[in-house]
């Protein structure tokens, strides 16, 4: 059974930074199309960010470009989030996700294009103090 397991969240002051990680098991990890996503209290869940397979495309939320970064190391199967300059706002469960697409930017138009991924974490709290 496919594992996602995200880490990294906490408690941090508006400004500050965090690294969310998201390990992933019995997945071709390289195959995986992986991005992030969040979700606050009483709000829908939005798009942050979308990885291709390779690593070569990125591609980001406009609430979070310039601030959020995602990499992932295929070796390690494991998926990246640096934040900075953390907003209040950004106070939300962080989840990652992956979706099979070897080979190509599954991650285009990302998220106004409203990708469907099949495996999902069970997220990542992070609360921004102001």
């Known amino acids: 059974q496919v594992q996602l397991v995200e880490s990294g969240g906490g408690l941090v002051q508006a400004g500050g930074s965090l690294r969310l990680s998201c390990t992933a098991s019995r997945l071709t990890f390289e195959g995986y199309a992986m991005a992030w996503f969040r979700q606050a209290p009483g709000k829908d869940r939005e798009g942050v960010s979308c990885?291709?397979?390779?690593?070569?495309?990125?591609h980001y939320a406009d609430y979070v470009k310039g601030r959020f970064t995602i990499s992932r190391d295929n070796a390690k199967n494991t998926l990246y989030l640096q934040m900075n300059s953390l907003k209040p706002d950004d106070t939300a469960m962080y989840y990652c996700?992956?979706?099979?697409?070897?080979?190509?930017?599954?991650?285009?138009?990302?998220?106004?294009?409203?990708?469907?991924?099949?495996?999902w974490g069970q997220g990542t709290q992070v609360t921004v103090s102001s």
């Open positions: 990885i291709s397979w390779s690593g070569d495309n990125t």
């Open positions: 996700a992956a979706e099979w697409a070897p080979k190509y930017d599954y991650c285009s138009d990302f998220p106004e294009a409203r990708r469907e991924f099949r495996y």
